[in-house]
């Protein structure tokens, strides 16, 4: 009875599609382990901010996944001509192509045009999943990049592509977490010096060389402290995270919508947390999605209470059914 109750309650649709999961979110984390400077770079747009008296509205940032260095431009649109013309003139001019581009899938990067210009300089063009930005290192350059701009204008919101400069320079100057020295130690071998520098002149002796393996699994660690491993098999039915919008006009609150939609058929797994997606009805693409936002889904109630009653109400067929098999059948077991 308890095994029935459990199996009713869990596979209701509408508890499926409404009801948050207490569990931890889904999908450990599968570690980007670059080998060389600019192999792998993340790209992302930050704002709209304040319009600058030089028209500025936008910050287009790329970073370095392998020496986490920056290169950070104030632009006056979000679009994918001015993303194409400053990965040329601030990554491929002064670093050479990056083997890989990660980005997320705003409209900007997935434009024929930046295609081309990414496919073109030979840099294979990578989109996170839908909901999660985590995979792009930008993300988290971009709050750092927030919390400076925020120190230095005060008042002045109108003024804060000026500081820039000075910020870049601190971020590319300063240790960082993961490798344990600073973006510019890791590019170019040595720290960047400044007037105080020249006047102590610090000795470089002993400085340790990088230890991204110790770092990485230390990450990993703590990262998948908070999560939990989540599998599927192509043919599994699972239900995806709904991300609706408000509208006011037509009395619809995203406060109270589904908190899923579903069912859909895994059709591929691309890897440890990614899966392709398949309609039911149709057999149509449903994209690509990461496990955190995939959950699986059980049969509805009503499909356990008609096999049920098909079992009951043909009982004494399937017992008759049976006998009859045993005792014209000579093996053993029977």
Not at 114 to 126: A, K, Y
Not at 267 to 277: A, I, M, P, T
Not at 289 to 304: C, E, G, W
Request: charged share 20%; with cysteine.
């Amino acid at each position: 009875m308890a095994a029935d109750v459990k199996r009713y309650v869990t596979s209701c649709s509408v508890c499926q599609l409404t009801k948050p999961c207490q569990r931890k979110p889904a999908g450990l984390m599968v570690p980007i382990l670059p080998q060389k400077p600019w192999e792998y770079t993340g790209v992302d747009f930050v704002g709209p901010l304040p319009r600058t008296a030089s028209g500025n509205a936008y910050l287009l940032v790329f970073v370095d996944y392998f020496s986490k260095w920056i290169e950070v431009c104030a632009v006056r649109e979000a679009t994918a001509q001015v993303a194409a013309s400053k990965f040329v003139s601030e990554v491929f001019s002064r670093h050479g192509a990056p083997t890989y581009l990660i980005s997320d899938r705003g409209t900007p990067f997935v434009s024929r045009l930046f295609e081309h210009v990414v496919s073109t300089l030979g840099t294979v063009h990578r989109l996170t999943t839908a909901y999660h930005p985590q995979t792009n290192a930008t993300e988290r350059v971009n709050r750092t990049l927030k919390t400076a701009i925020r120190a230095y204008v005060g008042d002045k919101h109108t003024s804060w592509d000026k500081f820039l400069p000075q910020i870049c320079f601190a971020l590319r100057t300063a240790p960082h977490e993961s490798t344990g020295l600073s973006p510019s130690m890791m590019l170019y071998g040595r720290e960047l010096d400044t007037p105080l520098d020249l006047i102590t002149q610090p000795s470089c002796d002993g400085v340790d060389e990088p230890t991204l393996d110790h770092s990485h699994n230390r990450q990993k660690h703590y990262y998948d402290l908070r999560r939990r491993q989540a599998t599927f098999a192509v043919g599994d039915l699972v239900r995806v995270k709904s991300h609706p919008s408000s509208d006011a006009q037509s009395n619809f609150t995203a406060k109270l919508a589904p908190l899923f939609t579903g069912p859909l058929r895994v059709s591929q797994k691309l890897g440890e947390v990614n899966y392709r997606l398949s309609n039911l009805d149709t057999g149509t693409d449903a994209g690509v999605f990461h496990v955190v936002n995939l959950d699986k889904d059980f049969p509805t109630a009503s499909l356990f209470i008609k096999a049920n009653a098909f079992l009951l109400s043909h009982r004494t067929y399937i017992i008759q059914s049976l006998l009859n098999l045993c005792l014209h059948s000579k093996q053993a077991y029977c």
